[in-house]
Antibody
Framework: EVDLVESGGGLVQPGGSLRLSCTAS????????MSWVRQAPGKGLEWVST????????YYADSVKGRFTISRDNSKNTHYLQMNSLRADDTAVYYC????????????WGQGALVTVSS | QTVVTQEASFSVSPGGTVRLTCGLS?????????PSWYQQTPGQAPRTLIY???VRSSGVPDRFSGSILGNKAALTITGAQADDESDYYC??????????FGGGTKVTVL
């Protein structure tokens, strides 16, 4: 059974940093791209970033490019989202998601981690 | 900037049929965008319904179906049930690792 568990959310001041983790189980982790998707309070879902299974390619939404960095450690079945220069509009629930094939479509989701950016 | 469009809301009677669409601010949606659909109830993580236009994810009832209709992707719910009341999101794959979500459609069953 596939399971994705996020951790690392919390309250951070504007301009601060936070690192989210997503630990996976139930599938061959290094064979699949992984993503982060966020949802601001009362808003829709927004794709944030994707990393390939081989850890050779990373992709970012324009809204986070230059501030967020996605990475993965295939030996730990974990991928990460390093978030720097955080702003109030980064406040959201951050979901990790597994891709079905290549970087196309999501098939499994974590339960989400809340990130609140506020002074 | 590419914008993916969805209806804001729909209402359907129990047992009825509703068709949600997913379009592009400029251009047509085709299978090349690998449209996928996700269901989300308040406070819960999304659930994958459809991928690659019309393939149902494991465990998804066959009352959910996906297609291309004209220049848009579509999700049809046939025989709507009370627990289908949710927000529904489409995603289009733009290539080069980039995915874009639509704004979501709130479906009410009453």
């Amino acid at each position: 059974e596939v399971d994705l568990v996020e951790s690392g959310g919390g309250l951070v001041q504007p301009g601060g940093s936070l690192r989210l983790s997503c630990t996976a189980s139930g599938f061959t982790f290094n064979s699949y791209a992984m993503s982060w998707v966020r949802q601001a309070p009362g808003k829709g879902l927004e794709w944030v970033s994707t990393i390939s299974g081989s850890n050779t390619s990373a992709y970012y939404a324009d809204s986070v490019k230059g501030r967020f960095t996605i990475s993965r450690d295939n030996s730990k079945n974990t991928h990460y989202l390093q978030m720097n220069s955080l702003r109030a509009d980064d406040t959201a629930v951050y979901y990790c998601a597994k891709h079905l094939v290549a970087t196309i479509a999501f098939d499994y989701w974590g339960q989400g981690a809340l990130v609140t950016v506020s002074s | 900037q590419t914008v993916v469009t969805q209806e804001a809301s729909f209402s359907v009677s129990p047992g009825g049929t509703v068709r949600l669409t997913c379009g592009l601010s400029s251009g047509s949606v085709s299978t090349n965008f690998y449209p996928s659909w996700y269901q989300q109830t308040p406070g819960q993580a999304p659930r994958t319904l459809i991928y690659s236009t019309n393939v149902r994810s494991s465990g998804v009832p066959d009352r959910f179906s996906g297609s291309i209709l004209g220049n848009k992707a579509a999700l049809t719910i046939t025989g709507a049930q009370a627990d289908d009341e949710s927000d529904y999101y489409c995603v289009l794959y733009l290539g080069r690792g980039i995915s874009v979500f639509g704004g979501g459609t709130k479906v009410t069953v009453l």
